[in-house]
């Protein structure tokens, strides 16, 4: 933390990213080693029910990841979790965000627990999630 | 379907290295550009990454589907956490030992949720974090 120790309600993780393409799912599959064919490959997705691919889980937590360490050092993050509320669609343009909902001393230290989201344009949420850092 | 008898059930640890490259990989393809994590050596790894690398180098890929006689088609990601012990950092090699720990039923049986949690610890026994996940399966109605 750079501006000190944070208060209850503060917004500290605020971040928007860029729509969704396919290419990036297709890069996702590569870089992360998750090769489910129902990311990337429309017929696939299509013959388990789906409309469309959609992006992978993990694609849009490693961008709440990424918003979170905008703000927090990695070496701070002590737990960080999420619930996947809801499939992101191809196009979405993704806004995580994340405020302090407690300050707690555990295992020795000073933390903050914050609770993070995912929305995507329409304010839909897709993941809700939660951390817990030192400060 | 997956019922109770699957608790317990351990796979195949997988061992896997915190590679450069493969690390620039995956920062490019977030659009990542903190400079903590192109650090060089003992730059740490994204809170997420730990998930990658034990798909990257899994030498059965998901195992624990085919293992369980999950059609991959029918899986959706329910629920994703991690714990972290210690710094986990590029150079490090990391084991990851995967069991299942968890499998309800819902919605009367059209869903099944399965946890798998993972210890992970670095090539000097350090347990550096737990990685735990939560599957949907999308149960195929009788016909």
């Known amino acids: 933390m750079s501006a000190g120790v944070p208060s209850v309600g503060d917004r500290i993780v605020h971040k928007e990213f860029p729509p969704i393409t396919r290419h990036r799912l297709a890069l996702y599959c590569g870089a992360s080693g998750d090769h489910n064919p129902i990311h990337v490959d429309i017929d696939f997705a299509k013959a388990a029910g789906f409309p469309d691919v959609f992006a992978h889980g993990m694609l849009v937590m490693g961008y709440l990841g990424q918003a979170l360490t905008d703000a927090v050092a990695p070496s701070k993050i002590r737990s960080f979790s999420t619930r996947f509320a809801a499939i992101t669609q191809l196009g979405a343009q993704l806004t995580c965000e994340g405020t302090v909902t407690e300050l707690i001393e555990q295992g020795g230290e000073k933390r903050a627990k914050l609770a993070l989201t995912t929305k995507d344009q329409n304010g839909e949420i897709k993941l809700a999630g939660e951390a817990i850092i030192a400060l | ?143």
Not at chain 2, 46 to 71: R, S
């Open chain 2, 1 to 143: 379907m997956v019922d109770q008898s699957a608790v317990g059930r351990e796979f195949t640890p997988v061992t896997a290295r915190v590679e450069p490259g493969r690390l620039r990989f995956f920062l490019d393809t977030l659009g990542e550009t903190n400079p903590v994590y192109r650090d060089g050596e003992a730059a740490p790894v994204p809170p997420t990454y730990l998930f990658c690398l034990e798909m990257m180098d899994a030498t059965v890929p998901f195992e624990f589907l085919t293992a369980l006689g999950i059609d991959l088609a029918r899986v959706l990601h329910g629920e994703q956490r991690f714990d972290y012990h210690a710094p986990v950092v590029v150079g490090d090699t990391l084991t990851f030992r995967p069991r299942v720990t968890g499998v309800t039923d819902k919605k009367g049986g059209a869903m099944t949720l399965i946890v798998v949690d993972t210890p992970v610890t670095n090539q000097n026994g350090v347990h550096v974090a737990d990685v735990s996940r939560t599957i949907v399966v999308r149960n195929a109605r009788p016909s």
